[in-house]
T-cell receptor, first 114, second 116 residues
Framework: AQTVTQSQPEMSVQEAETVTLSCTYD???????LFWYKQPPSRQMILVIR??????QNATENRFSVNFQKAAKSFSLKISDSQLGDAAMYFC???????????FGKGTHLIIQP | GAGVSQSPSNKVTEKGKDVELRCDPI?????LYWYRQSLGQGLEFLIY????????KSGLPSDRFSAERTGGSVSTLTIQRTQQEDSAVYLC??????????????FGPGTRLTVT
């Protein structure tokens, strides 16, 4: 079974600074996909960024980028120029080649200090 | 257009009662997923539907849980004889098709279930 581990229950960063959230995963599959989701207090999960395992290039979406290290099974999220609206729970998630649902990590609570 | 909606937003029930949680997916989305989010277990995938069919029900926590989808649209998650450990937020998501690698899942705001 696949597992996703987020070792940082909580992170704090000053507004406009850069923060990196860590995620590691375990899988025996070669074809898989990784995601970062944001969950604000409204509870609605929002997709931040996704990465296909077969792509060597790290995904980027505006201020959000990932550092995907396939051999190390590591998938960290970097948020640049942090904004107050970035405050939320962030979940790392895994999907294999099938149609099953996502496997999530326990989440990291990101606090933005004004 | 409208996003995924779930009702009720919050539900408090007594132990032993049955509850029904409803999910209205985005129009045209053929795939629908249910997840459970609890303090102890985190986010767990429960079941998915392709159309009205749920090929794999092994993710449901116990036989007290059941789910159905009718008309390829609305889905209902039913919990019979609720227990305190069922207290959680139940999230629903829909997507254009199966395979999360290809189709983004859009989540609803969830139903917070509290069993007293």
């Amino acid at each position: 079974a696949q597992t996703v581990t987020q070792s940082q229950p909580e992170m704090s960063v000053q507004e406009a600074e850069t923060v990196t959230l860590s995620c590691t995963y375990d899988t025996s599959e070669s074809d898989y996909y990784l995601f970062w989701y944001k969950q604000p207090p409204s509870r609605q999960m929002i997709l931040v960024i996704r990465q296909e395992a077969y792509k060597q290039q790290n995904a980027t979406e505006n201020r959000f980028s990932v550092n995907f290290q396939k051999a190390a099974k590591s998938f960290s999220l970097k948020i640049s120029d942090s904004q107050l609206g970035d405050a939320a729970m962030y979940f790392c998630a895994y999907s294999g080649g099938g149609a099953d649902g996502l496997t999530f990590g326990k989440g990291t609570h990101l606090i933005i200090q004004p | 257009g409208a996003g995924v909606s779930q009702s009720p937003s919050n539900k408090v029930t007594e132990k032993g009662k049955d509850v029904e949680l409803r999910c209205d997916p985005i129009s045209g989305h053929t795939a629908l997923y249910w997840y459970r989010q609890s303090l102890g277990q985190g986010l767990e995938f429960l079941i998915y539907f392709q159309g009205n069919s749920a090929p794999d029900k092994s993710g449901l926590p116990s036989d007290r849980f059941s789910a159905e989808r009718t008309g390829g649209s609305v889905s209902t998650l039913t919990i019979q004889r609720t227990q305190q450990e069922d207290s959680a937020v139940y999230l629903c998501a829909s997507s254009l098709g199966l395979a999360p690698r290809l189709y983004e899942q859009y989540f609803g705001p969830g139903t917070r279930l509290t069993v007293t």
